[in-house]
């Protein structure tokens, strides 16, 4: 969304209004654990956002937004719809309806978290302008199981980055769910969208169901070594640390661009470059901005295929959800 698109939203009416970032889950080296929140360092509006238009007789929703197409024509089994009578059931009483509008911002199935992006922004809006019923737990936990729905898993590695910003490790069995990491505040990641959809469930469908006794332990030394080094400042530790040992072996097939982008950006100094979530997005991590400019300028000319496509240089998002 341009700056004069911004502009625009401000001239439609609307009672409250709420945002959430784009997300990408994994970050290679945390597969279903690691995810990160993101903000284009130019001011753009890279997420999904949400009016709450006006109490009414009938719960309705209104769709725009560049990405509006990529959606059913029909927006009765919209997911923020469809978080609305979740939010409602959850707290056991009916609610006044609501007259919505979403702002599609974000590519469907393009790994940078578009259905979460989605369901948060419904959920943390509901929350908020009934009176904050929900604590941020239990707010989270009805993320995750409305994104379950969505992937066919329920994982937390997009809504809670999109919901809390940063980036955020998942603690399996905690009471806790998550907890924010440290993050190199030098660091520049470009995000960028080929303009084709590759679906969540399609993705997961290739990997493996398995996991031999050297891969398991493999995995857990290279995301102890990843967490490790980002509390203790170790940027070379951590970089060397950025590798995915399970979903890009096996999703390889589908993003065949991928070995061939790496080892020209990697030549040019670029630190990183992966796949977001479950892709076609790919995420490039740089350590300043004028590497990112290049990798920006590389991947929109080697990697993106049509008008739908979008390339972002982005900072790390401090804070997730919000009221505009």
């Known amino acids: 969304m341009t700056m004069q698109q911004v502009s625009d939203l401000a001239s439609l009416s609307y009672l409250k209004r709420y945002y ?43 769709i725009v937004g560049r990405y509006v197409h990529q959606l059913p024509q029909t927006s009765n089994d919209n997911l923020v719809l469809s978080c609305f009578y979740a939010f409602e059931q959850k707290l056991g009483r009916r609610l006044p309806r609501l007259s919505l509008r979403l702002h599609k911002n974000l590519p469907v199935g393009s790994g940078l978290g578009s259905s979460a992006c989605s369901i948060v922004v419904a959920c943390y809006a509901f929350n908020e302008y009934f009176g904050q019923p929900l604590s941020a ?18 994982h937390y590695d997009n809504v809670a980055p999109s919901y809390l910003g940063g980036l955020q490790l998942m603690l399996p069995d905690s009471a806790k769910l998550c907890r924010a990491l440290p993050w190199f505040e030098h660091w520049r990641v470009v995000l960028c969208y080929p303009g084709t959809v590759l679906s969540t469930k399609a993705a997961r469908a290739v990997l493996p169901q398995q996991l031999s006794l050297a891969q398991s332990i493999a995995f857990a030394g290279i995301l102890s070594r990843f967490v490790s080094a980002m509390y203790v400042a170790d940027e070379t530790e951590a970089v060397a640390a950025i590798r995915d040992l399970i979903a890009e072996p096996a999703r390889m097939p ?57 390339t972002q240089i982005c900072r790390l998002s401090a804070q997730g959800a919000r009221a505009l």
């Not at 290679?28 to 009016?51: I, K, M, T, W, Y």
Request: hydrophobic fraction near 45%; proline fraction near 3%.
């Open 137 to 154: 737990h239990e707010l989270l936990q009805l993320m995750a199981q409305a994104e379950g729905g969505v992937s066919g898993s329920v």
């Open 254 to 310: 589908l993003i065949p661009e991928l070995a061939a982008l790496r080892a020209a950006l990697t030549e040019q100094g670029v630190l990183h470059l992966g796949i977001s979530g479950a892709g076609p997005t790919l995420f490039a991590l740089c350590s300043n901005d004028a590497q990112a400019q290049l990798a920006a300028e590389y991947l929109s000319r080697h990697y993106a295929k049509n008008q739908d496509a979008t």
């Open 20 to 62: 959430a970032p784009a997300s990408t889950g994994n970050f290679s080296v945390g597969f279903d654990l690691l995810g990160a929140a993101f903000e284009p360092l130019n001011g753009e509006v890279f997420g999904d956002v949400l009016d709450i238009v006006a109490e009414s007789e009938e719960l309705s929703l209104d």
